[in-house]
């Protein structure tokens, strides 16, 4: 149980498209989700807080007008970033918390996905 | 703002032996303390998790405990096999958020 996946699991786009990634909780009810980014060789750095069916809550340094997340149901939430530069490129990973637990705060994560923008 | 600290980038370790870990935290003591293996590409995978009350945590060959005086926690795996080869995370939360340590790479040498 507690699987999370992302979609896609890498993708290569140009300076200045937009790039959209999905996050599902496969078998469980995610009410929050959130969204993180690593360089390589660097720890997760948490961009944002994702609440089912409200606004995301942005970490302090992260534009908001640049990462669009949506946490339309129970189960997905998607990372959009827009106008993307060779700077963005990084490997922007997923988690929700698995309310079963009982109020724990487990959190599971998806594979991630890689976005190199050239 | 909280600052996570985990002792050294890589540690190289003889098959067999216990490998120990440890994740430095400044300002207050959160409420739960976990423990996350990441492999090259992969997200995390959740280990173990411990509550300020609790002193220590065992899992299988797993070994956490938390020092909230000291505000330390030390990951242990005994037994050490190749396998366990990965980067290791600690992983703290303030309120609702996560907020991860730099991480400890972990090379179990045979």
């Known amino acids: 149980g507690a699987v999370v996946s992302q979609h896609p699991s890498w993708v290569i786009c140009k300076s200045g498209t937009s790039v959209k990634i999905e996050c599902r909780s496969l078998?469980?009810?995610?009410?929050?989700m959130f969204w993180y980014r690593q360089f390589p060789k660097q720890s997760l750095m948490l961009m944002a807080t994702?609440?089912?069916?409200?606004?995301?809550?942005?970490e302090q340094g992260v534009e908001k007008d640049k990462f669009l997340i949506n946490h339309a149901s129970l189960t997905l939430s998607t990372l959009t970033v827009t106008s993307a530069h060779p700077e963005d490129s990084s490997f922007y990973i997923c988690?929700?918390?698995?309310?079963?637990?009982?109020?724990?705060?487990?959190?599971?994560f998806g594979p991630g996905t890689r976005l190199t923008v050239t | 703002s909280q600052k996570i600290e985990q002792n050294s980038e890589a540690l190289n370790i003889q098959e067999g032996k216990t490998a120990t870990l440890t994740c430095n935290y400044t300002?207050?003591?959160?409420?739960?303390l976990q423990w996350y293996r990441q492999d090259p590409g992969r997200g995390p995978v959740f280990l173990l998790l411990i509550r300020e009350n609790e002193k220590e945590k065992r899992k299988e060959r797993l070994k956490v405990t938390f020092d909230t005086t000291l505000k330390q926690s030390l990951f242990h795996i005994t037994a050490s096999q190749p396998a366990d080869s990965a980067t290791y995370l600690c992983?703290?939360?303030?309120?609702?958020?996560?907020?991860f340590g730099t991480g400890t790479s972990l090379t179990v040498i045979p």
């Open positions: 994702s609440n089912e069916g409200s606004k995301a809550t942005y």
């Open positions: 988690s929700a918390r698995d309310w079963r637990t009982g109020g724990s705060y487990e959190q599971y």
């Open positions: 078998d469980f009810q995610a009410t929050t």
């Open positions: 300002n207050y003591s959160p409420a739960y």
């Open positions: 992983a703290l939360n303030t309120g609702n958020q996560f907020y």
